[in-house]
């Protein structure tokens, strides 16, 4: 039983950051590196920061402050090393041969939770491919303790003898990635399918954005619980970082026959890698495709603006940047901010956690993404079934009558389907 419990203890880590200026408010950044150590499932034994100039090429830190991070290791028990900021691969090498702990910078920390929260195929698909490519230029250095030489035998044989394990681990994980992006490409051939039937269906699109840990899920669960088809089909929500990776598609309808398809998608992180957002461009993907944006913004915490910078950017990054928005101030309850919801030109103030604005939200995405929506009177002869039927599925039926000439209905419908049968327009 005591060697279970010493299995389960989580890692002890000890955090080492460099201000260098450029952060706006860099111990916020500090706090939030610790948020990601715990979510990645570790203990934060210890903190050390150094101010500079800028940072050392070669070690990040300044070499005396390598001795103070040494000494400050033993004393917490940290067993791993979390810097703030991503390292070049010859830093996490001279820091490793210095410190004699594993060196964990941030990139490989947030690759660390999205390898503990990916729970679909292509979610964990992706991290190993973004896994991998992280992987593949710090493999120099991993061999020290080994000769760098061996026979090559079989299939090597034609190389010659004496090939690098250093070039034969290379191409094992090359040929992984090779691999892995052949099967994201069947994954995204199955999603660009589901895409374009959801467009198809001329059912709007809309995408929640925003920061991680700000509420999209939330107001997602709140939403389908409320005006869902399968009010069960929940996403996980929890107070963490990157609780979910996966993108959810659900169907919202508030009861007018105005329909929307509502898009959970990955948070949002300051310096967020690149390399995440190339690997997981398939998911954010459909941020791009969306008709509207909903941007959740976590009101109570004090670097909020930031964090809508860092929305922007990303948003910028996906090709999403010029999308319409309507911006969702969530947590509004813990500003004691009174009464709720409260609306402000096309921003919303709401508290999701207490199922408080859900519904006013909801209607006001329905109200902006059926603003192309206008009342009509169709008379439609019952030579055209297929008319009336497209339109019973389509559009909002606001009145129906059977005549001798054929069904004449009262609708709220599409612009382009009054369009497409202006012939039977009456009204």
């Not at 993108?247 to 995440?276: A, C, E, M, Q, Y």
């Not at 509207?292 to 950017?313: K, P, W």
Request: glycine residues 6%.
């Amino acid at each position: 039983m005591r060697e279970e419990q010493i299995q389960e203890a989580p890692v002890k880590v000890l955090l080492v950051g460099v201000d260098v200026g450029e952060e706006p408010d860099f111990e916020r950044s500090m706090e939030e590196l610790a948020s990601l150590a715990e979510a990645a499932e570790k203990e934060v034994a210890g903190q050390i920061v150094q101010r500079l100039d800028h940072v050392n090429k070669a070690l990040y830190i300044g070499t005396g402050k390598v001795t103070e991070v040494r000494r400050l290791a033993e004393e917490c028990g940290a067993q791993e090393i979390v810097f703030d900021n991503s390292l070049t691969p010859s830093q996490v090498r001279n820091l490793g041969n210095e410190l004699e702990l594993p060196i964990i910078d941030r990139t490989n920390l947030i690759l660390d939770i999205f390898a503990i929260r990916a729970q679909t195929r292509e979610a964990k698909l992706q991290v190993e491919t973004a896994r991998l490519q992280y992987m593949l230029p710090r493999l120099v250095g991993m061999y020290d303790a080994l000769s760098r030489q061996g026979g090559a035998s079989g299939s090597m044989s034609n190389k010659g003898t004496g090939e690098k394990k250093l070039e034969l681990d290379r191409r094992k994980i090359d040929h992984r990635i090779t691999e892995l992006k052949k099967e994201l490409e069947d994954v995204g051939r199955t999603r660009e399918v589901q895409r374009k039937k959801r467009q198809q269906s001329r059912i709007p699109q809309v995408a929640l954005v925003g920061y991680t840990n700000a509420g999209k899920s939330t107001i997602l669960n709140r939403m389908v619980e409320q005006f869902g088809e399968l009010p069960d089909k929940t996403v996980m929500e929890k107070d963490m970082l990157f609780a979910t990776l996966e993108t959810s598609v659900r169907s919202v309808d508030t009861g007018h026959n105005k329909p929307f398809f509502l898009t959970d998608t990955v948070g949002f992180i300051n310096k967020l890698p690149h390399g995440l957002v190339k690997d997981f461009r398939s998911t954010l993907e459909e941020v791009k495709y969306a008709d509207l944006l909903i941007q959740v913004v976590d009101f109570s915490d004090e670097n909020y603006r930031q964090q809508m910078q860092v929305t922007a950017d990303t948003l910028k990054e996906l090709e999403a940047g010029d999308i319409p928005q309507i911006i969702v101030y969530n947590k509004a309850d813990k500003c004691e901010m009174e009464p709720l919801p409260q609306k402000r030109q096309d921003n919303w103030y709401l508290a999701a956690g207490l199922n408080i604005g859900i519904r006013e939200l909801a209607e006001a995405v329905e109200q902006k993404v059926y603003a192309d929506n206008a009342e009509c009177v169709f008379l439609i002869p019952y030579s055209a079934g297929n008319v009336a039927s497209y339109l019973m599925e389509q559009a909002q039926i606001l009145s129906r009558e059977y005549r001798e000439d054929g069904i004449l209905i009262h609708a709220d419908c599409h612009r382009q389907d009054m369009d497409r049968y202006r012939e039977y327009i009456v009204s």
